[in-house]
Structures are given as C-alpha cells and as structure tokens.
C-alpha cells in the first residue's frame, strides 16, 4: 500500500470548471469512496445522490441561492455534476459520518484528476417541501439530513495557488 500524504497534499478545491460532462464511470469511483468512508457504530448512514441532469442541476442551483438569498453566482460555479450528500437521521453521528464521506470523495475526484469541491447549504435544500420531493422521487424513505454536496467535473485551467495551510495545527505529546 502506498503512501498517499502526496494525494492529500496536492488537492485544491475548484471553482472553474469545462463543459465536459463527467462519465457514470468516474461519478460511480467518486460515490463508491464516499461510501467506503468510516461511519459511527458502522451505521452508514450516508447516501449521495449524483444529479447530472442540467434541469435538476438548476433546480439545486436555485435551491441553494435561496437559502443565501443571492443570486448573482453560481454556486456550483457551472459543474457539469453536483452530488447531494445526505444522512439518515436515526444517526446521531450523521454530520461527521457524511462529512468524511464528502471527503473521500474529494481525494477520489483528485486523483482521477477532476476537479471538485465541497458546496454548503446542503441541509437547508433538503429541509425544504422541494428538497423531501426530490427523495420521495427517489424512493428513498425515512428523514435525511443535508451534509453537503460535492460538485465534480474538469477544471478549467490551473488549480489555483496553494493556500499557506496554517503552522499551529499538530501539537505533540511525548
Ligand atoms: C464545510 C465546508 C463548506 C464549504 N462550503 C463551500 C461553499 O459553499 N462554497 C465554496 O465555494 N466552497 C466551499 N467550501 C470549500 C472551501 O472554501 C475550501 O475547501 C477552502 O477554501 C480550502 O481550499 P482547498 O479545499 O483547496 O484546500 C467548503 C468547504 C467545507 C469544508
């Protein structure tokens, strides 16, 4: 097994992206290590719901502008695929469960060599009589909570400059 610190080290959050779509091969990667992510008690209780389709797309878009209550950017920043990440309620570890699935997906869609990055205001769509129809299209039953949503699809340029990662974070204790 390899060391992937490089992996971890290398990622950057996108904000630009192509109009080249994403295949169902790299957005089934991506939500296959989403949900090989630890979970509390091993409930896993993460779902993600990988939209594509544009109208839905701009169903969400809106959605999301909404609870901001801004409207003059995207807030998927045009990626051709916005992932909802979703827990089940009945979790009490749900917010943690689905925000290390997110991160999983991150670092898959890196080293795929997608561009990605983490989109809040997850939990206020979903609360939202919108946002339970879109699960109930789904067929999916019981009471989810919104975690974030992952936005995937080609970087258009560079990933931009590395952040300075702060100095106080590791203390030790030896
Ligand atoms: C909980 C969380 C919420 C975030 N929400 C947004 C968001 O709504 N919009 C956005 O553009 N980026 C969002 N991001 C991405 C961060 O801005 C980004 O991770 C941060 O600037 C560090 O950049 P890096 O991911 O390239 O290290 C979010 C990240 C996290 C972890």
């Not at 296959?32 to 779902?47: F, H, L, R």
């Not at 925000?99 to 991150?106: Q, R």
């Not at 898959?108 to 990605?116: I, R, T």
């Not at 992952?150 to 340029?157: P, Q, R, S």
Request: charged share 30%.
């Amino acid at each position: 097994m390899g060391d992937i610190l490089d992996i971890f080290k290398a990622r950057k959050s996108v904000n630009s992206y192509t109009d080249e779509p994403v295949t169902r091969e790299e957005i089934d990667k991506v939500l296959t290590a989403g949900k090989y992510g630890p979970s509390g008690m091993n409930k896993q209780p993460v779902i993600a719901i990988a939209v594509t389709d544009p109208d839905m797309i701009a169903k969400l878009r809106k959605m999301n502008q909404d609870v901001m209550g801004m409207y003059e950017r995207d807030p998927f920043y045009g990626a051709p695929c916005v992932i909802a990440v979703l827990a089940n309620k009945e979790s009490f570890t749900r917010v943690y469960d689905g925000s290390i699935a997110i991160g999983y997906m991150l670092l898959e869609a890196f080293s795929l060599g997608l561009g990605a990055r983490w989109i809040h205001r997850c939990k206020e769509e979903f609360e939202t009589e919108a946002g339970k129809e879109i699960l109930k299209s789904l067929g999916i039953e019981g009471e989810y909570e919104g975690i974030g949503h992952v936005i995937l699809g080609h970087a258009a340029g560079e990933l931009h400059p590395d952040f300075e990662k702060k100095e106080d974070f590791a203390y030790y204790i030896d």
